[in-house]
T-cell receptor
Framework: AQKVTQAQTEISVVEKEDVTLDCVYE???????LFWYKQPPSGELVFLIR??????QNEISGRYSWNFQKSTSSFNFTITASQVVDSAVYFC??????????????FGTGTKLQVIP | DTGVSQDPRHKITKRGQNVTFRCDPI?????LYWYRQTLGQGPEFLTY????????KSRLLSDRFSAERPKGSFSTLEIQRTEQGDSAMYLC????????????FGPGTRLTVT
C-alpha cells in the first residue's frame, strides 16, 4: 500500500523567510512518481513538479526547490524568500503504475502555509 | 480555455436526491480521474478512466456512486440517494496515459447535502 505523510499541518512564516515543507512517502514499488501541488484559496489544484523514482536530482525553479532523497523516502519542498502569494495549501502526491494500465494515486493531507506580510 | 472544466461548480441537494456532475478533460488527455476532497484533507482517489474504460475504483466508491466516460471524452459522476456524508468537493483531473505525467485539475464541484 502507498502512503504519503505531510506531518506539518500548518506553517506560518513572515514574508521573505525561507520555508521547507516536508513529505515522506511509503511504497514497495521500485517505479513511482512524486508530485507537488498547490491549492490556493480559490480551490483549484495547481501542478508544481513531478519526479520519477529514478531521478534523484534536485530541482530549482525560481524561488522553489525540491530535495528528493530515496534513502529517507522524502521529497521536501523549499520556498526561498516567501511571499504573501505563496499562501496556500500544498499537497505531496505519489503515483504508481501497475501492469495492465492500473494506477494508484495517493495524496498527503496537505500543509497549509501562511505567509504574513 | 483549454483546461479541465467541471459543471456545476456548486450543488445543494436534499438528502435522498440523486445528483450528477460532469467533467470535460483536456482534449488530448487519455486518462480522467475523479477525487473527493473534504475539509482539511487531501484529495481521495475515487476512480479513473483510460479512454472509455474504467480501470480502477476505490473502496470509497460505494454502490450509490457510478461514473461513466461513454466516448472517452467527458465523464459523469452520479451519486444516488445522497447522504449528508457525501458533502464534499468533487474534483476531476486528466492526464496523458501513464503515471509519469502530472494531472491537471478542474475547479471542482462543491456538493452540499442538507
Amino acid at each position: 500500500a502507498q502512503k504519503v505523510t505531510q506531518a506539518q499541518t500548518e506553517i506560518s512564516v513572515v514574508e521573505k523567510e525561507d520555508v521547507t515543507l516536508d513529505c515522506v512517502y511509503e511504497t514497495r514499488d521500485t517505479t513511482y512518481y512524486l508530485f507537488w501541488y498547490k491549492q490556493p484559496p480559490s480551490g483549484e489544484l495547481v501542478f508544481l513538479i513531478r519526479r520519477n523514482s529514478f531521478d534523484e536530482q534536485n530541482e530549482i525553479s525560481g524561488r522553489y526547490s525540491w530535495n528528493f532523497q530515496k534513502s529517507t523516502s522524502s521529497f521536501n519542498f523549499t520556498i526561498t524568500a516567501s511571499q504573501v502569494v505563496d499562501s496556500a495549501v500544498y499537497f505531496c502526491a505519489l503515483s504508481v503504475d501497475y501492469s495492465g494500465g492500473y494506477q494508484k494515486v495517493t495524496f498527503g493531507t496537505g500543509t497549509k502555509l501562511q505567509v504574513i506580510p | 480555455d483549454t483546461g479541465v472544466s467541471q459543471d456545476p461548480r456548486h450543488k445543494i441537494t436534499k438528502r435522498g436526491q440523486n445528483v450528477t456532475f460532469r467533467c470535460d478533460p483536456i482534449s488530448e488527455h487519455n486518462r480522467l480521474y475523479w477525487y473527493r476532497q473534504t475539509l482539511g484533507q487531501g484529495p481521495e482517489f475515487l476512480t479513473y478512466f483510460q479512454n472509455e474504460a474504467q480501470l480502477e475504483k476505490s473502496r470509497l466508491l460505494s454502490d450509490r456512486f457510478s461514473a461513466e466516460r461513454p466516448k472517452g471524452s467527458f465523464s459523469t459522476l452520479e451519486i444516488q440517494r445522497t447522504e449528508q456524508g457525501d458533502s464534499a468537493m468533487y474534483l476531476c483531473a486528466s492526464s496523458f496515459t501513464d503515471g509519469s505525467y502530472e494531472q491537471y485539475f478542474g475547479p471542482g464541484t462543491r456538493l452540499t447535502v442538507t
